[in-house]
């Protein structure tokens, strides 16, 4: 097949390739290679199926009718196996927000591009689907209870059955059938990309230009935004996440308004399917392959589904306890919560009070909006409860000591007692209105005030500054 891409690329370019080097194809099974001669860089594809290259091309012709950045096809083979298509590079959007992996906040640029990204996929899922022909697509035409079906069983056997846990197959059959049915109420005529993720955009000349969409067929809109939000191994903090649901719910004003409640209950829904096809991915990847990267992933993947599935509230109760069960073998349990982690928050009450992602509700609610606000004074109002000029405003004007103090003393019985009796988890959170000036105040104070006492890990998280970092246990 090299000496087809060769002819291919010689078709294209004008003369045979110097340079062919085969490129990661992260667990797909398509083949793709990096093909050079003098200034001119292609990648060559070889795939295992014909009619697969056929969904990609008529894809990739219909995503750049519709003004949608995606690779061009620019030659394919006599037998369908192989093309070459422009080269984007090498970065991913993975690979471009791994500086905000790294430092457990998101930084400005990687929120910007991801929501930029968001705003593209609502042309994406009408614009595309308009003149789109769904007899191209490959292996089916439409998300319908088939497909369904195949990846919730893709969980059964090829994650729960390697784990190893005993289970009731009746009872998750039973609330398999209950979600396939809420997922097929409102699939739409729009096209679904189905790996929507930031593995599958790539950033070229600045702008994102999506790829590996040859599984897209016809689908529901809360699919694919599921799967780039959920994206376990992306490490989404909860106000990036919701960062990107406000930016795709703005672009899609412009082809339909959906209720945002209604909208969340629904991204919910698709967020624990997503989830436990994932987690099918990760065992059979991790489990059965023995590959390292996925087997690491699963312990977020099953907090993620943990979180989804206490969101709708005792729906899918075999199921919740299921993945609890699983989640608490110690194969999947991180070392980093050995011990106990004090979770500490600023937030504003404009946007909610912080969900508790450890599952346990062990903590408190601290609500700061009595104490003289420093945001209502205009020298104050682009500063945060970290800056000196705030800080000496609240301790000279404010009743915000006394306030404190009361504090300490609930956080300080909490902690004493959850460290003597071996639990892993506290979560403290401060709110005010902007969540920018007292409830940053507050947290810092008392999340030093806990690191210094006790000696025990605190994470740090001011949600309105997009901040966060860690005080190591001692």
């Given at each position: 097949?090299?000496?087809?891409?060769?002819?291919?690329?010689?078709?294209?370019?004008?003369?045979?390739?110097?340079?062919?080097?085969?490129?990661?194809?992260?667990?797909?099974?398509?083949?793709?290679?990096?093909?050079?001669?003098?200034?001119?860089?292609?990648?060559?594809?070889?795939?295992?199926?014909?009619?697969?290259?056929?969904?990609?091309v008529?894809?990739?012709?219909?995503?750049?009718?519709?003004?949608?950045?995606?690779?061009?096809v620019l030659a394919v083979s006599a037998c369908g196996l192989c093309y070459v298509q422009e080269d984007l590079g090498d970065v991913s959007l993975f690979a471009y927000m791994k500086e905000s992996r790294d430092a457990g906040c998101f930084l400005g640029k990687d929120v910007d591009m991801l929501c930029r990204v968001m705003s593209v996929l609502p042309r994406i899922q009408f614009d595309v689907a308009a003149g789109f022909d769904f007899s191209k697509c490959y292996p089916v035409a439409q998300f319908d209870r088939r497909t369904v079906m195949w990846d919730l069983n893709y969980f059964k056997y090829c994650f729960l059955k390697g784990v190893g846990v005993e289970f009731n197959e009746s009872l998750l059959e039973d609330e398999f059938e209950k979600l396939a049915v809420?997922?097929?109420?409102d699939c739409g005529n729009t096209f679904m990309y189905r790996d929507f993720q930031s593995r599958n955009v790539m950033i070229h000349d600045g702008r994102p230009f999506f790829i590996d969409f040859q599984g897209g067929r016809?689908?529901?809109?809360?699919?694919?935004v599921a799967s780039f939000v959920g994206q376990a191994r992306a490490c989404y903090t909860p106000d990036v996440v919701e960062r990107m649901v406000d930016a795709y719910l703005c672009a899609l004003d412009e082809y339909i308004h959906v209720e945002r409640a209604a909208f969340m209950r629904a991204l919910t829904l698709f967020r624990v399917f997503r989830l436990l096809q994932n987690l099918g991915t990760y065992g059979f990847r991790g489990l059965y392959e023995h590959k390292k990267a996925f087997v690491e992933t699963i312990p977020g993947a099953l907090a993620q589904l943990t979180e989804q599935l206490a969101l709708l509230?005792?729906?899918?109760?075999y199921m919740a306890r299921l993945v609890a069960e699983i989640a608490a073998l110690p194969m999947f349990v991180k070392q980093q919560q050995d011990g106990l982690t004090v979770d500490?928050?600023?937030?504003?009450y404009r946007r909610g009070i912080p969900d508790d992602y450890s599952g346990n509700g062990g903590g408190f609610v601290f609500d700061c909006r009595a104490i003289h606000n420093p945001g209502r004074y205009e020298p104050y109002k682009k500063l945060c409860g970290m800056d000196k000029p705030v800080m000496e405003f609240l301790e000279r004007e404010s009743n915000i000591a006394a306030f404190l103090e009361n504090a300490y003393a609930l956080v300080d019985n909490m902690v004493d007692t959850y460290k003597k009796r071996g639990f892993t988890h506290i979560q403290v959170c401060c709110g005010c209105t902007g969540g920018q000036h007292r409830s940053v105040y507050s947290a810092e104070h008392i999340a030093r005030h806990v690191a210094e006492k006790f000696g025990v890990r605190v994470v740090v998280t001011h949600k309105m500054l997009n901040k966060k970092y860690v005080i190591d246990a001692k």
């Open positions: 097949m090299i000496a087809t891409l060769n002819d291919l690329f010689e078709n294209v370019a004008g003369c045979r390739a110097v340079s062919v080097v085969k490129l990661s194809g992260d667990g797909s099974n398509r083949s793709y290679y990096r093909m050079c001669a003098g200034d001119v860089s292609l990648i060559g594809v070889v795939g295992t199926c014909v009619e697969e290259n056929a969904a990609f008529a894809m990739s012709e219909r995503f750049l009718a519709c003004g949608v950045d995606a690779p061009r809420l997922l097929l109420s016809r689908g529901p809109i809360y699919y694919d509230r005792g729906e899918f109760p500490v928050m600023s937030f504003s």
